[in-house]
């Protein structure tokens, strides 16, 4: 905790050295990016297991203040991607070293000329939103919005508290003193491993979440997702019933040459995201928490958190979207819209 406590007054303290800054900015862009993933996968796994939640989900999505996070999160997606590049290419080409200084202005500057066209049609998006028959907007409201955060706050603090409930228990067993500190060691073969693959995952990350960002944000919208009539990006489909999980079960059972690209895409995704970012949550945690007890339950926590998502990410993605879902509400909304034609067509049918 101390740790962390210098961390912050030196971050601000200290001005002068850019790679400070730009090593700040990349581990607050990397953990912001690891929560909102653990909120994602959860929330898109409804679309398979509880699509009528997933379509709250979604309208919370469009309300003002998640789209104001979607901002920052974009952000945040574009400086890590940009920055993480940086620091592989240095890795590989230390003779190099004496650019670092101004490839990491290079790299702000990079990610400000991609973000400002970004910005203007991610604007341009909410605008049309915004500007659509108030019957077509469903957004959540800011009290539905506290109430399921504070559901996966309360997730959170539980699996913590397990966590360190059982290294506590692990400590008894083991002897081990209550102030306990993580010894350093040498880094074993593991370390190595992880070490290069959150180097080489950073490189495949980045067309993979690009493209997605590009499909979600830009060629489509996050308000296309439960758009009744809308094209569903990256497929021929349409979203007929205006159901959020119409739009995913469209786009996971879109075959190209008879294979499902999109499950393929976001499983690839999946996997890669949730060990990079989990492991890059473990080099936060081993940073600042010294205390062993403490260690041991984060890194547990961590370890188990990120397989569980991935499980459930997968579990989603094999279970698809039944068409049931979406299918009824379509067909009601056929019916009722041919009720409407009926009784207002002059023709009288
Ligand atoms: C606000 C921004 C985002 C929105 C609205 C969004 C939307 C979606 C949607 C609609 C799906 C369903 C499947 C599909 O259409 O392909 C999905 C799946 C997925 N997204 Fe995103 N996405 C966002 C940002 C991100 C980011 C930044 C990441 C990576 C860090 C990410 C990783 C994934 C993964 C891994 C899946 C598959 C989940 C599963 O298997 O259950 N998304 N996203
Ligand atoms: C877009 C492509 C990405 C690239 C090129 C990239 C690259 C990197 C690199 C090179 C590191 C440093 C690793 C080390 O210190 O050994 C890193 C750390 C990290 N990354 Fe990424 N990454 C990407 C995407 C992501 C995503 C999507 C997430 C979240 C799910 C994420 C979360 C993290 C975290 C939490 C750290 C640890 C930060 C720290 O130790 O200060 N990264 N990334």
């Not at 800054?21 to 990016?33: D, E, N, Q, T, V």
């Not at 940009?82 to 592989?88: A, K, P």
């Not at 910005?119 to 500007?131: A, K, P, V």
């Not at 279970?319 to 009926?342: F, H, K, M, P, W």
């Amino acid at each position: 905790m101390a740790t962390l406590v210098t961390t912050i007054t030196e971050t601000l303290r200290y001005r002068g050295k850019i790679g400070q800054y730009s090593w700040a900015f990349h581990r607050l862009s990397g953990l912001g990016i690891v929560l909102f993933l653990i909120l994602h996968v959860i929330d898109t796994s409804w679309a398979a297991f509880y699509p009528e939640l997933y379509g709250k989900a979604i309208q919370e999505y469009q309300s003002p203040l998640f789209t104001i996070g979607e901002f920052f999160l974009v952000a945040a997606v574009v400086y890590h991607a940009m920055n993480g590049l940086r620091i592989i290419f240095f890795d590989y080409r230390p003779h190099l070293w004496h650019l670092q200084q101004k490839a990491a202005v290079g790299v702000f500057a990079a990610s400000a000329i991609i973000l400002l066209p970004t910005f203007i049609i991610m604007l341009g998006h909410t605008i049309d939103f915004w500007d659509r028959p108030a019957e077509e907007r469903e957004v959540a409201s800011l009290m539905d919005i506290i109430g399921t955060q504070s559901q996966f706050l309360l997730g959170f603090i539980v699996i913590i508290g397990v966590a360190l409930a059982a290294s506590f228990v692990m400590s008894l067993i083991n002897g081990d003193e209550r102030e306990a500190r993580v010894v350093p060691k040498r880094p074993s073969q593991v370390d190595a491993w992880l070490w290069s693959f959150m180097r080489w995952s950073g490189v495949l990350i980045v067309p993979l979440v690009f493209g997605h960002l590009a499909m979600i944000h830009l060629i489509g919208s996050v308000f296309d997702i439960n758009h009744a009539g809308a094209e569903v990006v990256g497929t021929t489909a349409i979203n007929e019933s205006g159901r959020a999980a119409e739009f995913v079960g469209r786009r996971w059972d879109h075959l190209v040459a008879g294979v499902a690209v999109w499950r393929i895409y976001d499983g690839l995704l999946l996997a890669l995201v949730v060990i990079h970012g989990f492991n890059g949550l473990r080099y936060v945690v081993n940073d600042y928490a010294h205390n062993k007890i403490v260690n041991r339950a984060f890194n547990w926590a961590i370890v188990f958190g990120g397989a569980a998502l991935i499980i459930l990410g997968m579990a989603a993605l094999i279970a698809g979207v039944d068409e049931t879902a979406y299918r009824i509400a379509s067909d009601l909304s056929n019916a009722a819209s041919a009720t409407v034609q009926n009784t207002t067509s002059p023709f009288g049918g």
